[in-house]
Each structure stands twice: as C-alpha cells, then as structure tokens.
C-alpha cells in the first residue's frame, strides 16, 4: 500500500516530467522546425483564427500567436532561471551565514531581511524596474532582490534544525571551520528543501514578470513576451479573436503550474527521506 507520505514522490514520477517535458518541448522543437520570426508583420494576415498554417492564429499585426508564445515561454524561463540564480546565490548565502556565525552577524541579517520582507515583493520590484530599466538582467535583479529576504529566512530557519545536531558539534569539536561545516554537513542535510524554495521562486518570478510585462514594464516591444501578449489581447481583441490572449495565459498557466509542482514533490521527497 502507497502511504500518504509517499504520494509526492509518484507526482514526482510521473506529473512533474510531463509538464516540463511539455513547456521544453513546446520551446525547443517548434522553434528550431519552424524557424519563424516572433515580430514579423503581414497585415493582410491579421487576426486569423487558429489552422494549419497557425496553430494558434494570429494576431492584430499579422504575427504568428504560435511562434510569440514560443519565444514568450522561452523568455519567460530564461527570467525565472536567472532569479533563481540571483535570488538563490543571495538569499541561501546569507542565511546559511547567519546560521553558521551566529551573534551579531546573525542577529544583524534576520533584522534586515526582516524589514525588506516587510514591503510587498511586487511593490520593490516594480519600483527598482523603474529606476534600472527593462533589460532582463534588470528584471530578474528586481524579482531576486524581492525573494532573496524570504529564501535568506527560510534557510536560517531551515539550518536551526540541524546545526546543534550531533554530527555538527563534533566537526565543529574537532576543529572543523564554519565554511567546511556548511559545505559538507549543513547544505547537503537541507538540499531538498532549498531546492524546493528556488522551484517556487522560479514560478513565483514567471507570474511576476508577466505582471511587470502587463503594466508595460516588461521587455520591450516588440520582442514577444507573455504578459503584453495578454495585455493587448485583452484590451483589443478578446471578444473578436479570443485566441490572441488564451493561448499566451495557457502557456504561462502550464509553465508556472511546472515548478509548483517540482516544489512540492521536492518538498515530499525531503520529509519522506
């Protein structure tokens, strides 16, 4: 009989491979066979519903929908990746050095991150966006900044399980420094869940930079991204070409659905284990 506890691992195996394989599929195969350009016009094309010829019809300037998606989801990873590096790197190294040095350093970075979690994620991103500019390296430095604090947190808290467990006072006992602790004992006691708060940072930063793109403060036009896509096709064409604002909002469901999931079976496996 499959226990309760076990069930993330079987979403593990079989749901969460399904939907990567999907959005990665989606994106790498359809654009290296049809080969199309996301910003080419035709409007005597314009506003077509979806065929043969346009999976996913076209828009007000006679651009494949299919083909903006693709690249819109692309975007849209490359931007949650790059958070994820960036929040990653930040956020996990100051709290696994809080938990390590202890004392002021500690006291002194849970206060900060306490008061920068204080101010809505949205808000911080949206103000550091307008004074950096829509370059995604920009973008993805806005969302991190906001998600750094909660994954700088969360690993603090995360290592006060662990670091007065037996195997750490005896490294720390025989001499082991505080980088070699961390490395070697700490981190790896604690993968599972760290790994599971960068997958739900990513899908958190996938619907956030679609807010941004929505306001217009994401990339600019006319490079493709999903949140202007369901800007305009909201405001212009929902009633008469619906399919110019579903097929984006799917896509966008699909990949942040993907890493929520990952979240959770990573969270699952690591209380299973």
Not at 15 to 40: H, S
Not at 74 to 97: H, M, P
């Amino acid at each position: 009989m499959t226990s309760a506890a076990a069930r993330p691992l079987t979403t593990a195996r079989w749901v969460v491979p399904a939907m990567l394989g999907l959005v990665i599929l989606f994106v790498a195969l359809w654009a290296a066979v049809r080969g199309a350009d996301p910003v080419e016009q035709d409007i005597e094309q314009r506003l077509l519903p979806p065929s043969i010829d346009y999976p996913m019809g076209t828009d007000g300037f006679g651009r494949d929908v299919h083909t903006r998606v693709v690249w819109g989801v692309g975007y849209s990873l490359a931007i949650a990746a790059l958070t994820i590096l960036f929040a990653g790197g930040v956020g996990a190294l100051l709290g696994s050095l809080a938990a390590v040095v202890r004392g002021r350093t500690e006291y002194l970075i849970i206060r900060v991150a306490d008061l920068l979690l204080s101010i809505p994620s949205f808000l911080l991103a949206l103000i550091i966006v307008i004074v950096l500019g829509t370059h995604p390296a920009a973008i993805a430095s806005a969302l991190a900044l906001g998600f750094a604090p909660r994954l700088a947190r969360s690993t603090w808290a995360a290592m006060l399980t662990v670091r007065d467990e037996e195997f750490v006072l005896a490294a720390r006992a025989a001499g082991v420094g505080p980088a070699t602790i961390l490395l070697r004992h700490l981190l790896p006691a604690l993968k599972g869940t760290l790994l599971a708060q960068l997958a739900s940072i990513g899908s958190a930063a996938i619907a956030m930079e679609a807010a941004l793109s929505f306001l217009g403060l994401g990339v600019p036009p006319p490079t493709p991204s999903l949140g202007r896509m369901l800007l305009e096709g909201s405001r212009q064409y929902f009633e008469t070409a619906p399919w110019v604002t579903l097929f984006p909002g799917a896509m966008l469901a699909v990949a942040g659905l993907a890493l929520v999931l990952v979240a959770r079976a990573l969270e699952g496996r690591n209380l299973v284990n």
